[in-house]
């Protein structure tokens, strides 16, 4: 028997962002996580959830991120083994979301970054069948609506439905915009049994990515994530 198999994880808000010297984490806003077997189902909900990120000291044109959700749904779950395969599946629910960077400047022009959201989906999924030794990763993002602006980006992005995986909904040289963000990762070595294959996956419904970005006079990197899930197989399932 193994002692785990196979885990998950979710959660609503994730991310750092770097000012300077000045590094600020976001969340993880409510994280749940499971690891089979046995068999598990983990679920954190929230009706709302606020949260205030300073990423520069307190000060004149202080800038500050917002977070406000509701109806925030997390969940992990596996069944455990089953007759010859075993899988886990993640899931992130917002119901609405909003996301403000803002300087504490009076005027509109002080918005750095604004995003609102509704029906936010992310959902990732690991499972291994023994008898065929393989192992199958699949994630997925969708929509309400998703309206972003401000400073950082310097045009109105709309959009609603479910996203293609890596859907760059913007790009510039600082950045870069993904919906249904998915990233494999965990790349196992080949055996006799299995070739080189990844062992996790982790689907993110809204990746915002700045790379030295400009705004209200200052230099910003980092990632802004909101709904991620993780889906992840463990090695060697096949020995």
Not at 143 to 155: C, N, P, Q, Y
Not at 218 to 233: E, N, W
């Amino acid at each position: 028997m193994f002692p785990e198999a196979v885990m998950s994880s979710a959660e609503s808000l994730t991310g750092d962002l770097s000012i300077g010297h000045r590094n600020t984490s976001l969340g993880p806003v409510g994280l749940v996580e499971g690891a089979a077997p046995p068999a598990f189902r983990h679920t954190r909900t929230a009706v709302a959830s606020h949260h205030t990120y300073h990423l520069t000291p307190s000060g004149l044109n202080q800038i500050n991120l917002e977070f406000n959700a509701t109806d925030l749904i997390n969940t992990a779950r596996s069944s455990g083994f089953g007759v010859d395969s075993i899988g886990t599946q993640a899931t992130a629910d917002i119901g609405s979301a909003n996301i403000i960077m803002l300087a504490n400047m009076a005027d509109v022009s002080a918005l750095g970054l604004s995003v609102a959201a509704t029906f936010i989906h992310s959902e990732s999924d690991a499972s291994y069948v023994f008898g065929a030794n393989s192992g199958f990763l699949v994630g997925d993002a969708s929509f309400g609506s998703l309206t972003i602006g401000g400073a950082l980006i310097g045009t109105t992005l709309t959009f609603s439905g479910d996203a293609a995986p890596n859907t760059v909904l913007f790009h510039n040289a600082t950045v870069t915009i993904t919906l249904d963000k998915q990233t494999l990762s965990d790349f196992l070595p080949p055996s006799p049994l299995q070739s080189i294959a990844p062992n996790q996956i982790t689907t993110d419904a809204l990746d915002i990515h700045l790379t030295n970005a400009q705004v209200f006079g200052k230099t910003i990197s980092g990632d802004i994530v909101l709904g991620q899930s993780s889906a992840r197989l463990f090695p060697p399932l096949h020995a």
